[in-house]
């Protein structure tokens, strides 16, 4: 892969890791759609697709209410899809979900080191805010939004790292080949639905069980027509 | 002190935007919920003179304490402390307002968006890819999910200038009930019909043995993650499975 490829994914990564939290919130972030405009960005937008479907099938698992902890999937997509991509597509699935789920846990670690950074400008700052200091407002707004943006960039940085890393040993040492591959990706498959299914139950509760029931069985139904 | 005229809520609602650039344990929201409020605070200050400064500047200060909410619905907040500094009414007063919205908001913006709209949003652009949309199902999440999102926003910045102290009657709005009771029932259906059909995508191209491998690794993985005693969260389930998956492509070669 060029430097010019690896130094657009970087920065696409750096914006997905700023939507989540930061700016703007528009869900670039969804792994959905930061799957595939990485694909696009690899020219194999239906291996982006299929990974950014097993992400957002992992996001599911989600709420992000409050200070609650977890992991960042964003990124880790954008690094999960350069796995996959690097791997050949049949192989290398399984093996980007590996790269993409250690990436996620990086970057939600990230995001508490970071809160807990922000939380110390704050404490320094705390005596010109009491005092109605606009430029100090905004200076702490600013410098807290850069800091997330070097944060998501040093978080998709060695995603992509280590997804050219293990691409790199997987192909050399043909630990995906004779199955390892297919097998790879049938776990990732099911624990992705799982995850899922999982979270969605989380928040079906009642009447609306009756709702998700009707889905599960339109769905299987569209299914069989095809 | 009258309100301004002509203030500057469009100014307020792209700060807004970035409400949660500075998300910390200590203040939460609260230094973002200052930054967003303090262009509505402006003619507090005057002709910038010394003595007109003060309200102003405690105003900010205000501003920048400890809040926390929903950041789509943060503007409602915003908008009535910010009308209610205008109107002049007594500092205490607005920090219980800032106080008693953080709980409501939360919650509302947590079902409304959080559990409804993301979700079925979400649930019906994985549906359209399974179904062979590809990039047309990207685009429509982000346009269908940014359209709702913006409007949340702006309504919720527009209702609490328009009501100040009494913005307790815009969360009463019968759209914000409607839509409460409309997009739980409507995520449960989507999430319901798209996992059959992401299964279908997904696994569509292995063969029979290994979709049963699929089903009944799918119903494992959700009985252990209903297990609460095991502490189980999705990315720890998705790499034991990976681990397993591993170990048994290396065992079978």
Known sequence: MSFELQALLLVWGMLVGLDLVSVPQVMIARPLVAGAVAGAMLGDIPTGLQVGVVFELFQHDILPMGAVRYPEYGPATVAAVSAAHATSAADGFGLGVIVGLITAILGGSSIHLMRRVNAYAVRRAADALDGGDVRTLVRLHVESILRDAARAAIVTAIGLGFAAGVSKVMTLTSVLRGGSGLFLAVSATAAALAVAAAGTLRLVRGPTLAWFAAGLLGGAAGVWLR | ?253
Request: glycine residues 14%; charged residues 15%.
């Open chain 2, 1 to 253: 002190m009258k309100p301004p005229t002509r203030p500057p809520l469009l100014r307020v609602l792209l700060r807004l935007f970035t409400v949660q650039g500075s998300w910390n344990y200590e203040r939460m929201l609260g230094v973002g919920f200052g930054v967003a409020e303090e262009p509505l605070l402006r003619d507090l200050a005057g002709a910038g003179t010394r003595a007109r400064e003060t309200p102003y500047r405690e105003a900010v200060a205000r501003g920048s304490r400890f809040f926390n909410a929903h950041p789509y619905l943060c503007g409602l907040a915003v908008g009535a402390a910010a009308r209610a500094e205008n109107d002049g009414a007594p500092p205490a007063q607005i920090e219980r307002l800032r106080t008693a919205l953080c709980g409501p908001l939360g919650s509302l913006g947590d079902t409304l968006v959080w559990a409804g709209w993301l979700p079925f949003t979400s649930a019906v652009a994985l549906a359209a890819v399974a179904l062979g949309l590809g990039w047309w199902a990207v685009l429509g999440f982000l346009v269908i999910y940014n359209v709702g999102h913006v409007t949340l926003r702006s309504w919720a910045l527009a209702a609490g200038w328009a009501h100040g102290l009494n913005v307790a009657t815009a969360l009463r709005h019968p759209g914000l009930q409607r839509s409460g009771a409309v997009l739980g029932p409507a995520m449960a259906l989507g999430m319901g019909a798209a996992l059959p059909l992401v299964a279908s995508y997904l696994g569509g191209a292995f063969a029979a043995p290994l979709r049963l491998a699929i089903a009944v690794g799918v119903g494992g993985g959700v009985l252990l993650l209903r297990w609460s005693w095991l502490r189980l969260t999705g990315v720890r389930l998705g790499l034991v499975f990976l681990t397993v998956g591993l170990i048994v492509g290396l065992l079978w070669r």
